[in-house]
C-alpha cells in the first residue's frame, strides 16, 4: 500500500518535470497524482470496474486541483494534467492492439471498447468536477489566505 | 504603430504564448480580453480556436486595428502558464506598462523549468513508476527505466529535426516494443507487456484528452474536438507502433506467442 502511495507520486512528479511544471509545485502535483491513484485502487478493491472507479478517482483529482489552483493561486491545469496521468488508459492501448495483432479480434474489441469507457469516464468526472461554481474555490482560497 | 496596435499587439502575443503552451481556450480568450480592457480599450473581438487567435480593436474608429496569429499545437510546458496567468493578472491590477509587459512576457517565453538531462531522467522514472503500479515487479520496472531514457532521448532528437509528431509516437512506441520484445526473447525473464506499457506511458495522450474536455465544457466545441482528435490519433498511432513490432517479432520468432 505505502509503496503504491509512494511510486504513484513518484511517476507523478516525473510527469510533472515533463511539462515543465513550477518547481515549487513538483510536491503538490505528485500528492494530487497519488491521491488519484489511491481513491482508483480503492474503487476497484470495491468491486467496481475500472471505468466507474476512473469517475470517482478524475472527480477527486478534479476537485483538489481546484481547490489547490484556487490556494497556490496557479492555474488548475498545472495540477490536472500532471494529476490525470496515472488514470489514463495506456494499458487498453496496448492490449487492444496486441489482441489486433494476434487476430483475437473478440478481445481486441473487448479491451477496443475498454478504453474507450475509461476515456469517457475520465470525460465525465472532469466534466463533473468542473460543475461546481468557481467562486467556490475563490472563497475558499480567501479563507486560506486569511488563516496564513 | 498607433497605441491601439501596439495594445492588440501585447495581448494576441500573451495568448500565443499561453495557447501554445497548453492552455484553455477560455484562457487564453480571458487574459486577451482582460488585457485589452486594461489597457482601456473598449471595443473588440477576439476569437481562439486551438491553432490560431483572431482579434480586432476599435473597428469603427481612425485606429482600428486586428491580426490574426496562427499557433501550433507546441510542447507542454506548464510553467509558461502559471507565469503568463501571473503577467496578465499584473497587468490587470495595472502595474506594468507596455513596454514592461513585453519585457517579461519575453522571460516567459524562454522560461523552462527543467533541462533536457531532467526530462530524460523524469521519463524515465515515469515509465519506471507506471511499469510499477501497473503489476510489474521491481526488476520490470527498472527495465522501463531504461527503455523511457531511450524513449525521451529519441523524442527529444525527433523534435530537433522537426519530424511529425505522427511518426514520433508511432517510432517511438515501436523503439519501446522492440526494447522490449528484444529483452523478452534474449530471455531476460521480464514481464514484457508490463515493461511495454510502462514505456509507452509518456507517449500516451493524457494532455489532450484533459485540455479537450476542458475547451468542450468550456462552450470551445470546435477546439476541444481538433483536442480530442488528436487524443484518438495519438492513441491509434501508438497501437500501430506497438502492432506492428509486435508482428514483427512474432514473424521473426516463426510465429510464437508473445506476452
Known sequence: MIDQILVSMAATIAFAVLFHV?????????????????????????GTGGPVASIW??????????ILSAVRKMPSTVFLITGIFTLV??????????????????QCIAKGMETFKIAGAIVLGIIFGLMLPQSWFNQLGKVWKRKV | MSESKEILNLAISVGEVLLKSGGEIYRVQETVTRILEAYGIQDYHVFVITNGIFATVSEQQEDAGSMVRYVPIGEVNLKRVAEVNQLSREICEKKCSITEAHEQLE???NSASAGNLALVLACGVGSAGFCYLLGGRIYDSMVSFFLGILLEIFLLLAGKYHASRFLMN?????????????????G???LSDKVIIGGIIPLVPGVAL???????????????????????????????????MIKIFQLLGGGTLLL
Do not use: H
Not at chain 2, 476541444?224 to 507502433?241: E, F, H, N, Q, V
Open chain 1, 22 to 46: 513550477p518547481k515549487s509545485e513538483y510536491l503538490l502535483c505528485g500528492m494530487n497524482g497519488a491521491i488519484g491513484w489511491m481513491v482508483y485502487l480503492f474503487c476497484t478493491s470495491k
Open chain 1, 57 to 66: 478517482a478524475t472527480l477527486a483529482l478534479t476537485l483538489i486541483a481546484r
Open chain 1, 89 to 106: 488508459p495506456g494499458t487498453g492501448i496496448y492490449y487492444t492492439s496486441y489482441y489486433l495483432v494476434m487476430n483475437d479480434l473478440e
Open chain 2, 107 to 109: 522571460q516567459c517565453r
Open chain 2, 170 to 186: 508511432i517510432l517511438g512506441s515501436a523503439l519501446v516494443t522492440a526494447g522490449s520484445l528484444t529483452l523478452y526473447v534474449a
Open chain 2, 188 to 190: 531476460a525473464g521480464i
Open chain 2, 210 to 244: 484533459t485540455t479537450g474536455i476542458r475547451d468542450l465544457f468550456g462552450g470551445d466545441y470546435l477546439s476541444g474536438g481538433i483536442r480530442l482528435m488528436d487524443a484518438l490519433l495519438t492513441g491509434m498511432c501508438i497501437a500501430i507502433g506497438v502492432g506492428a
